[in-house]
């Protein structure tokens, strides 16, 4: 499990930077200043979780059963939060309206949160 997790860490970390770029790059002529705002907020948010889940694959402190919950829980946040962000802050781009699923964006974030507070609860169970 732990090198999956570092491997999703990577992979997420990486896309964060590429997606930085482009939007830093190419979004810059074609969106307005709040929405490239909105388009870092989640590369911001995926490139915190890719750390994260770095942290969480290399620590002995974090259970095995944590892990596992703190991945998914990670893996399924980042894409309903940066992945919703990313195409509501480029809607004006598309003839579709992206809008429609802003509703996931606040379920990510709370997923994003719940990992949090599992590795919490995980290491506060832990005897020292």
């Known amino acids: 499990m732990n090198k999956k997790i570092i491997s999703t860490g990577a992979i997420l970390g ?5 997606l930085g770029a ?3 790059h190419a979004l810059k002529k074609v969106l307005d200043v709040e929405q490239l705002s909105t388009f870092e907020t989640g590369v911001k948010y995926q490139m ?3 750390l994260f889940l770095l942290f969480v694959g290399t620590s002995v402190l ?5 892990k596992k919950a703190i991945y998914y829980l ?3 946040g980042t894409v309903f ?4 962000i990313y195409l509501l802050a480029t809607n004006d781009l598309t003839s579709f309206d992206f809008k429609v699923i802003g509703f996931v964006t606040p379920i990510g974030g709370f ?3 719940m990992a949090w507070i599992w590795l919490f609860f995980d290491l506060f169970k832990k005897k020292s």
């Open 74 to 76: 990670v893996i399924t």
């Open 14 to 18: 990486a896309i964060a930077i590429i």
């Open 62 to 66: 974090v259970s095995e059963k944590a």
């Open 81 to 84: 939060f940066s992945g919703s």
């Open 48 to 50: 915190y979780h890719a």
């Open 22 to 24: 482009f939007g830093a």
């Open 111 to 113: 997923l994003l949160i």
